[in-house]
Nanobody, 123 residues
Framework: LRCSCRRWGGLVQTGGSLRLSCAAS????????IGWFRQAPGKEREFAAG????????YYADSVKDRFTISRDNAKNTVYLQMSTLKPEDTAVYYC????????????????WGKGTQVTVSS
């Protein structure tokens, strides 16, 4: 999996928006449920959002609900995480994770992991 960050290299001001994308480097992303996780300095990796194979089922952590939107475009082999109303506490390395059997929602729930992309929200 490849995680990439669109717009301003991952640096954004408080209240701003950013979209992350996750593309399958091998195979089809449609074969996997995808989760987005994040890890802030000194903290454990935590679940942020997840999406099922068709996109109908989505899950969000309370901390990002109503601010983040996960979606997928299987035709483009890509899953997105649209982040809005960003806060300094959203600063973290963001990872996407794929699982062929279930939506990954725990830190060990991914069969495959992207390399991660830094998101920094300045106050």
């Amino acid at each position: 999996l490849r995680c990439s960050c669109r717009r301003w290299g991952g640096l954004v001001q408080t209240g701003g928006s950013l979209r992350l994308s996750c593309a399958a480097s091998v195979g089809a992303v449609s074969d996997y449920a995808i989760g987005w996780f994040r890890q802030a300095p000194g903290k454990e990796r935590e679940f942020a959002a997840g999406i099922g194979w068709s996109g109908r089922l989505t899950y969000y952590a309370d901390s990002v609900k109503d601010r983040f939107t996960i979606s997928r475009d299987n035709a483009k082999n890509t899953v997105y995480l649209q982040m809005s109303t960003l806060k300094p506490e959203d600063t973290a390395v963001y990872y996407c994770a794929a699982n062929s059997r279930m939506v990954p929602r725990s830190a060990d729930g991914g069969d495959y992991w992207g390399k991660g992309t830094q998101v920094t929200v300045s106050s």
